[in-house]
C-alpha cells in the first residue's frame, strides 16, 4: 500500500522559513516524480514545485527563487525548502508522486497524493 505523510508545516511569519518533507512508503519511487501542490481556502488546487530521477526540478512562477525542492531517493523522501514566505504561500501543502519520468503541472497526472500539511503565513 502507497502511503505519502508530509511533515514540517506550521505557522511562519512573512520573510520567515519552513522546511515540508514527503515520506513515501509502500513502492520504491526514485524513478518517479515527485511533486508538491497546494490549496489555499476558497481556491483550487496548484502546482508548486515538481522533481524528476535525474533532479529535474520545475517550480511555478509564484515560487521561483524563493523554494527549492529536493529529494533523497535512498530514504523515498521529497523536501521543499520554503524561504521568503509571503501571506499569500498560506495553504495545505500537499506531495504527490506521478508514476512516470517526465514532470507534469496539472494534477491529474499524479497517482499517489499525502494528506496534507497546514502552512500559515502572518503578516
Known amino acids: 500500500q502507497v502511503q505519502l505523510v508530509e511533515s514540517g508545516g506550521g505557522l511562519v511569519q512573512a520573510g520567515g522559513s519552513l522546511r515540508l518533507s514527503c515520506a513515501a512508503s509502500?513502492?520504491?519511487?526514485?524513478?518517479?516524480?515527485m511533486g508538491w501542490f497546494r490549496q489555499a481556502p476558497g481556491k483550487e488546487r496548484e502546482f508548486v514545485a515538481a522533481?524528476?530521477?535525474?533532479?529535474?526540478?520545475v517550480y511555478a512562477d509564484s515560487v521561483k527563487g524563493r523554494f527549492t525542492i529536493s529529494r533523497d531517493n535512498a530514504q523515498n523522501t521529497v523536501y521543499l525548502q520554503m524561504n521568503s514566505l509571503k501571506p499569500e504561500d498560506t495553504a495545505v501543502y500537499y506531495c504527490?508522486?506521478?508514476?512516470?519520468?517526465?514532470?507534469?503541472?496539472?494534477?491529474?497526472?499524479?497517482?499517489?497524493w499525502g494528506q496534507g500539511t497546514q502552512v500559515t503565513v502572518s503578516s
Open positions: 504527490a508522486v506521478d508514476a512516470t519520468i517526465s514532470i507534469a503541472t496539472n494534477d491529474d497526472r499524479y497517482d499517489f
Open positions: 509502500g513502492r520504491t519511487f526514485s524513478s518517479y516524480v
Open positions: 522533481i524528476n530521477w535525474g533532479a529535474r526540478t
